[in-house]
């Protein structure tokens, strides 16, 4: 893939940009098999599946924008070193959708008067504008804005708004007061009556409140969650647990057709995001024998785990970057079941978890390519007990 911002020097993000992605997969797939060498069930050759590979342009659901530049020429985009606005509204990783709402969306931030947050003057209003792409070319614009002024004109101004961005399903914006280096603060007020996003991600529609995590590349997301739904219906647990479950995912996936009585729990530590699940469940599943044998709890997955006298018959585990961490890693060692699912986007940290878990071996493993053009990269591996 060719980008003008990267080739200018402006945008250096996606640091594999001019990388043939034939070659960006080759280098991922070969660099995750030597960090997970060491802890293989068999030989290479039975463990690894094929890589799950994504078109190269246009898979981001998710756009952060930053706002720079003036009320009448905003910027959207990143900061340069000098901290000043880079616009980057054509960026070609950009889900398309969202790339089209971009030039409304900066027409707005003139007509609102909303004024762009200058990080070395600290003053200003509008920090960042967070679109994410759902089902049916359906959008969720938040506007993060340093005080109750910016929610105002945001507020008046919204039938303009919708007008002019007709996909904007959900409006919200966000406050963030403090001179922080964060995307996002904990205040959100929701502007619109719909407060979450539909998004077809896989076999299940998912709904995405607000502040919930949801995976960046849908359509790889949908792959990744079949595959570990498949997994998990070959060894056919009667229980599971989804820990760090986000919107739920991974835990819908797993839970069946209607009726099919298997018990599934996810636990997440956003509160939105565990809302989101229990919505999604509630629109997949009608009969109240479903909806009580498929919870979602929130809580620390540490914490939880270690209030269960008895885990599930198979462990689904997502991680943020930082991976399980000593001490849950080696719960799961002591007391896990037989099967874990564990996707990790840290492929280091998985390495690492996997060395404080040594009564497991990675059965089966799929390089999930989530985030083409950079070295980030997802990994699923089905985990079974070899021995205490
Ligand atoms: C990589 S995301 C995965 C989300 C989900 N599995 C999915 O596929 O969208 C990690 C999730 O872990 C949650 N999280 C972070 N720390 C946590 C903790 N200590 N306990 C439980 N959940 C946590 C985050 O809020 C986030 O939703």
């Keep these: 893939m060719q980008c003008d911002y990267f080739d200018a020097g402006l945008c250096r993000s996606c640091t594999l940009m001019g990388v043939p992605y034939a070659a960006q997969l080759a280098e991922k797939q070969a660099r995750v098999e030597g960090l997970l060498a060491p802890h293989l069930a068999g030989p290479a050759a039975a463990v690894w599946g ?10 981001r659901a998710k756009a952060k924008m930053v706002v720079g530049g003036t009320v009448a ?10 901290r000043r606005g880079v616009d980057l509204r054509r960026c070609g990783v950009i889900a398309a959708p969202i790339l089209d709402a971009l030039p409304a969306i900066a027409a707005f931030i003139t007509t609102a008067g909303l004024t762009p947050y200058s990080v070395p003057e600290r003053r200003g209003e509008l920090k960042n504008v967070i679109l994410t792409l759902g089902a049916d070319g359906l959008l969720m614009v938040r506007f993060v804005t340093r005080t109750a002024d910016g929610l105002e004109r945001v507020r008046r101004q919204l039938p303009a708004l919708l ?28 502007l619109t009556p719909a407060r979450a996003l539909p998004m077809r991600v896989g076999d299940v529609e998912l709904a995405a409140l607000p502040q919930s995590f949801v995976q960046t590349n849908t ?7 079949r595959q570990a739904a498949a997994w998990v219906d070959e060894v056919g647990p009667a229980s599971v647990a989804d820990l760090y479950c986000g919107v739920g995912g991974f835990a819908l996936h797993a839970a069946g057709a209607p009726g099919s ?27 109240d024998d479903d909806r009580a044998r498929i919870r979602f709890v929130a809580d620390d997955a540490l914490e939880w785990a270690r209030q269960e006298a008895a885990l599930p ?16 890693a080696t719960l799961l060692a002591e007391r ?17 978890d996997l060395a404080a878990m040594p009564g497991y071996r990675v059965e089966r493993a799929r390089v999930v390519d989530m985030f083409p053009q950079t070295t980030h990269v997802e990994v699923l591996t089905l985990l079974r007990r070899t021995g205490r």
Aim: contains cysteine.
């Design 261 to 287: 009585g298997r018990q599934v729990v996810g636990v997440e530590v956003s509160r939105d995001a565990v809302a989101s699940a229990e919505l999604a469940r509630d629109a997949r599943y009608r009969r």
């Design 313 to 328: 018959e198979l462990v689904v585990v997502n991680p943020p970057r930082r991976g399980l961490g000593e001490p849950l």
């Design 336 to 352: 896990g079941p037989e099967t874990v699912v564990y996707s990790s986007c840290n492929p280091d940290t998985l390495a690492r």
């Design 219 to 225: 359509a790889v997301a949908g792959e990744l969650y």
């Design 163 to 190: 007008t002019a961005v007709p996909a904007a399903h959900v409006v919200t914006v966000n406050l963030l007061p403090e001179h922080k280096a964060v995307l996002e603060g904990e205040v959100e007020h929701v």
């Design 73 to 82: 020429a905003p910027t959207l985009g990143i900061l340069d070193g000098q």
């Design 50 to 59: 094929e890589p799950v590979a994504s078109v190269e342009s246009g898979f």
